[in-house]
């Protein structure tokens, strides 16, 4: 007689806390890629001559191809089309390969003439050949780590729904902060014993050990699958999956609901992500230190956040008030870069530094572990994977054109200082631009949260209400 299967791994703590681990263990690695080059900024000045406009554009340059060329509303359908663990291959392929791109055009090799620098340098000569190769590099690395992004989050899904979701997903991205804490040590750390190609060739070669934890969860996500299909077979499943169709999109874009989550999404991003670039500089010119104390101060940003995210995730699946935290988060983020831009130099101590910088970390928490476990609640599970793109790709237009907009907004507003640090003066830029700029976008996400709370009161989607289903 043929054993009946009743449960499946999902059902087993173990098992689904490991196929989280395994999941963060990459976005982990993946985020440290991301900022590698972000605590460098002043050695790449002097070094490659990257001005902060060409600094900006080649961190907006992540985003590139999932903006222009639609990279992620594709990534979103091919996950809902071949599933977590084939899309989680894929995009681990992605971040290896572009990475691998980008550590080759700041390598000493290419800077000292190597293959493609004369064609690289014969064009839009006021962007150094280095810059453009790290572009097309990163490009290829953001299509990569946002597909993974998207493909993680939905993993989640499937193994946490109507479990410890926000928990979850609270772990996950507490898991890839420590990457961020780490490489802001690390990097500037690597960068003075041998030079930024270091920093970046470590960060490659832990990308391809990330590449291999997805290999590994390719088994458990399997095996789920097969467990899952018995059951159905069985008649124990009741919800029978549906096909996704490309025209289910429609019902994505015409929610009013979930377009106001993706407002909310881009602004609170532009002003975080974008802003963890500059910081370094910013703290190296608001508080004359080193890049490395600089950089080590800032760690303590993505610390906080590390600390606070799974733990408002537990709060969230049992009490709920998602919508409100939204609010919250917005508004401490506003706070903090007012802080950060109109704090007199004088009263600009080490110390309130470090406190706009925690609070900051605050508010990094209190939205994302909000943000991400609420999105299920607005889409139907067939789509979850492309809403969770579409969300993504609108967030991606935000933070590839807000680093260009910083960096030109840093130029404009310090007429002759990059010119001066190219002559070797020891001078200084003034952020209170830029900073004004972050705090406006934190202005715009706070009307958005507001918003929402009305529309979710109103239409009951249960924003406020706990995720676990007793
Ligand atoms: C930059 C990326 N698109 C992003 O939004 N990352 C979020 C995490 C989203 C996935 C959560 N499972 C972040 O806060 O890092």
Redesign the pocket.
């Known amino acids: 007689m043929v054993e009946k299967i009743h449960t499946t791994l999902r059902d087993s703590s173990v098992a689904r806390w490991t196929a989280l681990i395994l999941l963060a263990s990459t976005m982990f690695v993946a985020?440290m890629f991301i900022d590698v080059l972000a605590p460098l900024s002043t050695m790449l000045e002097t070094s490659l001559k990257w001005t902060p406009d060409t600094f900006g554009a080649v961190a907006g340059s992540e985003y590139f191809l999932n903006v222009f060329a639609f990279f992620l509303i594709f990534a979103g359908i091919i996950l809902d089309r071949i599933g977590v663990r084939r899309a989680a291959l894929v995009s681990g392929f992605l971040m290896v390969i572009g990475a691998s791109i980008k550590l080759y055009g700041i390598s000493d090799y290419f800077n000292a003439g190597g293959f493609g620098y004369d064609f690289f340098n014969s064009f839009w000569t006021g962007f150094p050949g280095s810059a453009k190769v790290a572009c097309i590099g990163f490009a290829i690395f953001g299509c990569g780590?946002?597909m993974a992004?998207v493909t993680?989050?939905k993993g989640?899904v499937k193994w946490f729904a109507g479990k410890e979701l926000a928990l979850a997903?609270g772990l996950?991205?507490a898991i890839?902060?420590l990457g961020v804490f780490a490489v802001f040590r690390l990097s500037p750390f690597l960068a003075e014993k041998g030079g930024v190609t270091l920093s970046v060739g470590v960060g490659t070669l832990l990308l391809l050990i990330g590449l291999l934890t997805f290999g590994v969860y390719f088994f458990f996500d399997k095996k789920l699958d097969a467990q899952t299909e018995a059951l159905r077979a069985a008649g124990d499943e009741t919800s029978q999956e549906e096909e996704f169709r490309i025209s289910d999109l429609k019902t994505i874009f015409t929610s009013k609901t979930f377009m106001v989550v993706a407002g909310l999404?881009v602004l609170f991003?532009s002003a975080i992500?974008p802003f963890q670039k500059f910081a370094t500089g910013m703290l190296e010119s608001r508080l004359g230190m080193t890049t490395s104390e600089a950089s080590s101060l800032f760690s303590y940003f993505p610390i906080g956040a590390m600390i606070l995210t799974p733990l408002l995730g537990w709060f969230i699946d049992n009490k709920g008030k998602a919508a409100s935290m939204l609010m919250l988060g917005s508004l401490l983020m506003i706070v903090c870069h007012l802080i950060f831009a109109l704090t007199p130099t004088e009263s600009f101590t080490f110390a309130i530094a470090l406190t706009a910088i925690i609070v900051l970390g605050v508010s990094?928490s209190l939205v994302?572990a909000s943000l991400?476990p609420s999105v299920p609640k607005l889409v139907d599970n067939k789509v979850l994977g492309s809403a969770?793109s579409i969300i993504?790709w609108i967030?991606?237009i935000g933070?590839m054109l807000t680093p260009i907009l910083i960096g030109w907004a840093l130029k404009s507003s310090n007429p002759g200082i990059a010119e001066q640090i190219a002559a070797g003066e020891a001078v200084k830029y003034n952020y209170t631009v830029p900073m004004l700029i972050f705090a406006g976008f934190g202005v715009a996400a706070l009307l958005l949260a507001f918003y929402l709370k009305a529309l979710d009161k109103k239409k009951g989607f249960g924003l406020e209400l706990p995720n676990i289903v007793k």
């Open positions: 985020y780590v946002e992004g993680v989050s989640i997903m996950e991205m890839a902060r999404c991003y992500f990094f994302p991400w969770y993504f967030q991606n933070l």
